[in-house]
Structure formats: structure tokens, C-alpha cells
């Protein structure tokens, strides 16, 4: 089910920040009123697509930051497996460099609260748990803006990597809706031509594009 036009799951768990700090009480709520947050989770660590995306939105983080945006990631390991990583170069498979925050979801509930988690868990003949899936995230990414509220979603299966522009358009266009109260037509980018949500200003828009 999606979670746009809702309020964004709340948790409280364990977390990397500054590239290496261990705490155990990470929460979005600290953002709230303050800042948009761009949340992303990713399958698994010391893998394959994982690093190239974590690096990308690393090499863009200031385009984020100065939008008022925070980047948080999030995976299904440990926050000692998150550290290990983060000591690893980029040459070598690891994700050294990367400062912003990295959730521990270990008891999977944060994924299965914002719909990500890859599997589920049911019963077998004897009454005993099992589990249908991986049980790890699916490459879910989250804008949610000032007020808690998810703006919007996009969930990839593990193999597709995201486009770090698209999510960056996708800020562009909510910060352009909230200050001028226009809406953003297809193919908007920062910069470009928004219009007024009447059929005047569709009619003007089309007439023009």
C-alpha cells in the first residue's frame, strides 16, 4: 500500500552517522518542522549495486542540503556491519566517505512499516516460524517534506539501480510547489515553466509547450 499523502512511519533504532558514530535512538522526528528528508533503503551491505547508489547521493549531498533536504539511508544489517563498510575504500567495494546517517533496521520493522521488506514471515505445519523471501529491503526511496507527509515514493526490485537527478527533481519540483503554489507538469526540472492547477493554466501551458 503506499504511504504518499500519509504520514511517514515513526521508529526510533540504531544508526551510523558522521561516517562512523554508533547511536542507538536514530529517529526522522528530528527533522520534523525543519528540514525535508529524502529516506532511501537499500537490499544489503558489502554488495554490488548498493555502493554505487550510496555514493552517488554522497556526491550530491550538498545539492540536497542546500534545498533544506536531509539524506538518510537504510538497510536490514547491523549498524556494526554498516561501520565495517564504512571502512572499506570505494576502490575496493566499500563506501568509506559517506557522512550521512545509515539506519540499522535490524528487526526488519522499519522496512516492513514503510512497505520495502522483500518477503514475509508465516507459519509451517508445526506452528513454527518461517520466512517467505529474502527479508531484506527492496530499494525503496521516500521524500517526505517539512510536516512528516510522504510526497513521494518510487520502490525498485534489487537489480535497478536509482537516478539521484530524478530524486533531486522530484525536491526541486515540492519546494517550487510550496513556495509559489504551482503545479509541476511532466519533464519539469528547476528552472522550467510550472503552471497554475486551472484548465486557464493548462490550456496556456500546452499552448505554449
Not at 503506499?2 to 515513526?10: E, F, N, R
Not at 521508529?11 to 525535508?36: E, M, P
Not at 537499500?42 to 549495486?49: A, E, G, I, L, S
Amino acid at each position: 500500500m503506499s504511504l504518499v499523502g500519509k504520514k511517514a512511519p515513526h521508529f526510533s533504532t540504531g544508526a551510523i552517522v558522521n561516517g562512523g558514530q554508533v547511536i542507538n535512538d536514530f529517529s526522522l522526528d528530528q527533522y520534523l518542522g525543519k528540514n525535508y528528508v529524502l529516506f532511501f533503503f537499500y537490499p544489503k551491505d558489502f554488495t554490488f549495486v548498493c555502493p554505487t547508489e550510496l555514493h552517488a547521493f554522497q556526491s550530491r549531498l550538498e545539492d540536497f542540503k542546500t534545498r533544506g533536504c536531509e539524506v538518510v539511508a537504510c538497510s536490514t544489517d547491523t549498524a556494526e556491519s554498516h561501520w565495517g563498510w564504512l571502512q572499506m575504500e570505494k576502490k575496493q567495494g566499500g563506501i568509506k566517505g559517506v557522512t550521512y546517517p545509515i539506519v540499522a533496521d535490524t528487526t526488519k520493522t522499519v522496512s516492513m512499516n514503510y512497505g520495502v521488506l522483500a518477503g514475509e514471515y508465516d507459519y509451517d505445519e508445526n506452528g513454527l516460524t518461517i520466512a517467505n523471501g529474502p527479508m531484506i529491503a527492496y530499494r525503496g526511496l521516500y521524500l517526505i517534506n517539512k510536516e512528516g507527509i510522504v510526497m513521494h515514493e518510487l520502490i525498485n526490485f534489487f537489480p535497478l539501480g536509482r537516478n539521484v537527478d530524478e530524486a533531486l527533481r522530484m525536491l526541486d519540483a515540492l519546494v517550487h510547489f510550496e513556495q509559489y503554489g504551482e503545479v509541476c507538469p511532466a519533464d519539469w526540472v528547476q528552472g522550467k515553466e510550472a503552471m497554475k492547477a486551472t484548465h486557464e493554466g493548462v490550456a496556456d501551458y500546452l499552448g505554449k509547450n
